[in-house]
């Protein structure tokens, strides 16, 4: 009742998407609108997501970032945290699976038929900065091609999700 009564609240839409593989938002006052497929079938277009501070990230916690679109200008995604700062994330280990830290994740949330990433890369997460990527693996423009997020970009927590 409480997530209806917030969305209920919400009042003047201002749409910042990018359509080159993001996973645009309707912005609200202290909630969004999905609009793109990169994190499916975590969230879908039309879902209503409900904002947290983003202090205090954990791996796995789904974020909204603010990125640079290619003509200038930017607009805001949704992401999912893989690595914190100082972690050492690599794709992939022999089953196929992403490693962070020496662990194996098991990634529920791969959209079906996606891998983890057909992208290989090793990286340790610089101080101050994520590594983030969408769940539809196969359309996310993510991490993988723009490198770690400064924690400056990642504006928020998505504490709530709402099916269209």
């Given at each position: 009742?409480?997530?209806?009564?917030?969305?209920?609240?919400?009042?003047?839409?201002?749409?910042?998407?990018?359509?080159?593989?993001?996973?645009?938002?309707?912005?609200?006052?202290?909630?969004?609108?999905a609009?793109?497929?990169?994190?499916?079938?975590?969230?879908?277009?039309?879902?209503?997501?409900?904002?947290?501070?983003?202090?205090?990230?954990?791996?796995?916690?789904?974020?909204?970032?603010?990125?640079?679109?290619?003509?200038?200008?930017?607009?805001?995604?949704?992401?999912?945290?893989?690595?914190?700062?100082?972690?050492?994330?690599?794709?992939?280990?022999?089953?196929?699976?992403?490693?962070?830290?020496?662990?194996a994740?098991?990634?529920?949330?791969?959209?079906?038929?996606?891998?983890?990433?057909?992208?290989?890369?090793?990286?340790?997460?610089?101080?101050?900065?994520?590594?983030?990527m969408?769940?539809?693996?196969?359309?996310?423009d993510?991490?993988?091609?723009?490198?770690?997020?400064?924690?400056?970009?990642?504006?928020?927590?998505v504490?709530?999700?709402g099916?269209?």
């Amino acid at each position: 009742m409480l997530f209806v009564l917030v969305i209920a609240a919400l009042a003047g839409s201002l749409s910042l998407a990018l359509r080159h593989g993001f996973a645009p938002l309707n912005v609200f006052h202290r909630g969004v609108v999905a609009e793109g497929t990169a994190m499916e079938n975590t969230i879908g277009p039309g879902d209503r997501l409900v904002l947290a501070s983003a202090d205090g990230l954990r791996r796995g916690d789904i974020v909204i970032e603010r990125v640079s679109a290619p003509h200038g200008g930017s607009g805001d995604i949704v992401t999912r945290v893989i690595g914190l700062p100082g972690d050492h994330v690599s794709c992939c280990n022999t089953q196929g699976r992403l490693v962070v830290n020496g662990h194996a994740l098991h990634e529920t949330y791969l959209y079906p038929g996606n891998v983890p990433s057909t992208q290989k890369f090793d990286v340790t997460v610089p101080a101050g900065r994520y590594w983030l990527m969408g769940d539809h693996r196969s359309v996310a423009d993510d991490s993988r091609g723009r490198g770690p997020v400064p924690q400056s970009a990642v504006l928020s927590r998505v504490a709530e999700i709402g099916r269209a």
